[in-house]
């Protein structure tokens, strides 16, 4: 299949032109025959312009011509749709619809369910998330002790070296500031933790220096409570400490209670995998499933297959909610001098054709007289 991706060469400055180089280049890899231009072609078997206003501008603003240029088949032409949200964008896209464009792939479920919501065509929309460049790594969670480890275990180190040895520490990195905690390292470190051990002579000013850069203050011990405790929360620090003594008197204060290896095996578990839920939510927007999607659309449009079987609604997704879908009809309707593309919208024929300037400007004597 011969794709041309369409963007301007402004446009193409911003993210929209990597989006549009990154979809190319995922195509390719999936053996299709594609291409960034500026304009469309009729050589090629979809046009798909990265910008929903430039066909609708490309045919309808044309000097000389009253009507869109009839494409000639079977050339597809589609369009990113996204943000449609003010009463010029709304009519660009009714005018474009199924005279334009065969579909409208918008960026998301809810602008989907908006664009249909005002009239459009909800047969000839769909959606494909965007993608990420899978460029950043998670940082580890700093977990900051301040203690030294005494030779009686008053501090229960001994918990930490049996989470050490049930549970993979592979998010976490332990910074502890005291003495006497080589053998408990080497025990985080086997289980996948990195650990930085400073030792108590680099003063209480240390401690202070590196307690905002703190995820979690840990403390184990059930002596009456830590004093480091009371620095870490001033410094906005959550805490994973036993509830026991002064730490009880903290309202609001203990983030993560413990009253041993079990349940302080679980808090790691449940901290590393709540970070796994946000991680997992975007590992399958990759440009190859962003590249995939669009030509399951593009093949169910030349096979003139329905677009919903291209690209079925997933479940597990947070609802749509038609509370929400009232309130963008609110903002759209808000915004109605406002949209940036006013100046496009009124170089178009079909605008004066249809009278809009003459009712426009009743409108406004009327808004005037009030």
């Given amino acids: 299949m011969r794709v041309r991706l369409v963007i301007d060469s402004v446009n193409r400055q911003w993210i929209i032109g990597k989006m549009a180089d990154r979809l190319a280049s995922a ?13 469309p072609s009729d050589a090629v078997d979809v046009n798909h312009w990265m910008l929903y206003l430039q066909p609708w501008r490309h045919y309808y603003s044309a000097p000389g011509f009253f009507e869109p240029q009839w494409r000639p088949a079977p ?14 964008k709304v009519q660009i896209v009714r005018d474009s619809i199924g005279k334009i464009l065969d579909a409208g792939i918008c960026m998301s479920r809810m602008t989907m369910s908006e664009l249909a919501g005002y009239g459009i065509d909800a047969a000839r929309l769909t959606y ?34 049996l989470v050490a040895r049930k549970v993979r520490l592979d998010a976490f990195r332990f910074e502890i500031i005291g003495d006497g905690w080589e053998a408990v390292a080497e025990e985080l470190r086997r289980a996948g933790a990195e650990v930085d051990l400073a030792p108590s002579d680099r003063g209480y000013g240390y401690i202070l220096e590196r307690l905002p850069h703190f995820d979690y203050y840990l403390y184990a ?14 410094a906005g620090v959550k805490t994973i ?6 730490h009880l008197d903290l309202k609001g204060g203990i983030t993560h209670p413990f009253h041993d290896e079990a349940e302080l095996a679980a808090v790691f578990q449940a901290i590393a995998d709540d970070r796994k839920v946000r991680i997992d939510s975007v590992k399958n927007w990759t440009w190859n499933e962003y590249a995939r999607r669009h030509a399951s659309i ?38 109605t001098f406002k949209s940036e593309f006013w100046p496009y919208f009124l170089e178009s024929r079909r605008f004066w054709m249809r009278g809009k300037l003459a009712r426009l400007k009743r409108w406004l004597l009327r808004r005037n007289r009030r």
């Fill in 221 to 234: 011990g059930w002596d009456e409570g830590s004093m480091g405790t009371l620095d870490a929360l001033a």
């Fill in 241 to 246: 400490i036993t509830p026991q003594g002064f």
């Fill in 27 to 39: 195509l390719r890899e999936l053996d299709f025959d594609a291409e960034v231009d500026e304009g």
């Fill in 298 to 335: 593009w093949r169910a449009l030349l096979e003139g297959r329905p677009l919903a079987a291209a690209i079925p609604i997933e479940e597990g997704h947070t609802p749509i909610l038609e509370s929400d879908l009232t309130r963008a009809k609110q903002r759209l309707r808000s915004r």
């Fill in 128 to 161: 494909v998330n965007p993608a990420h460049d899978d460029a950043v790594n998670p940082r580890r969670f700093i977990i900051g002790m301040t203690t030294k480890r005494y030779g009686d275990g008053r501090k229960r180190e001994d918990d930490l070296l």
């Fill in 75 to 88: 050339t597809k032409h589609t369009a990113m749709i996204t943000h449609v949200d003010d009463p010029v």
